[in-house]
């Protein structure tokens, strides 16, 4: 069984930074692609950034400029800088993998539970 656990979401003015992580736990051989999506309310999950394992990252246009990812392999962790956030990125902001698990070395995408940010006076 494979665990991402989201941190660091929280309440944030307009024009302020937070920076997100997610840490992967478990049957865990190799994870290759890692990503953020956010759901705002009534709204439809929508991409924020993919990282791929070497590190090269696409970014919606949304968060082009404004919001880097990063990843540390060893730890794996995948982190969320976002700075400059606006009022509309209020969300629950989710991270997922694509993982290869040691018991069978099959591919399972795995999703965290979600961390609220809050962008607001």
């Known amino acids: 069984q494979v665990q991402l656990v989201e941190s660091g979401g929280g309440l944030v003015q307009p024009g302020g930074s937070l920076r997100l992580s997610c840490a992967a736990s478990?049957?865990?051989?190799?994870?290759?692609?890692m990503g953020w999506y956010r759901q705002a309310p009534g709204k439809q999950r929508e991409l924020v950034a993919h990282?791929?394992?070497?590190?090269?990252?696409n970014y919606a246009d949304s968060s082009e400029g404004r919001f880097t990812s990063s990843r540390d392999n060893d730890k794996n962790t995948v982190y969320l800088q976002m700075n400059s956030l606006k009022p509309e990125e209020t969300a629950v902001y989710y991270c997922?993998?694509?993982?290869?698990?040691?018991?069978?070395?099959?591919?399972?995408?795995?999703w965290g539970q979600g961390t609220l940010v809050t962008v607001s006076k």
């Open positions: 997922n993998a694509q993982v290869m698990v040691k018991k069978n070395f099959c591919q399972r995408k795995v």
């Open positions: 990282i791929s394992r070497d590190g090269s990252t």
């Open positions: 478990g049957d865990i051989f190799k994870i290759f692609l």
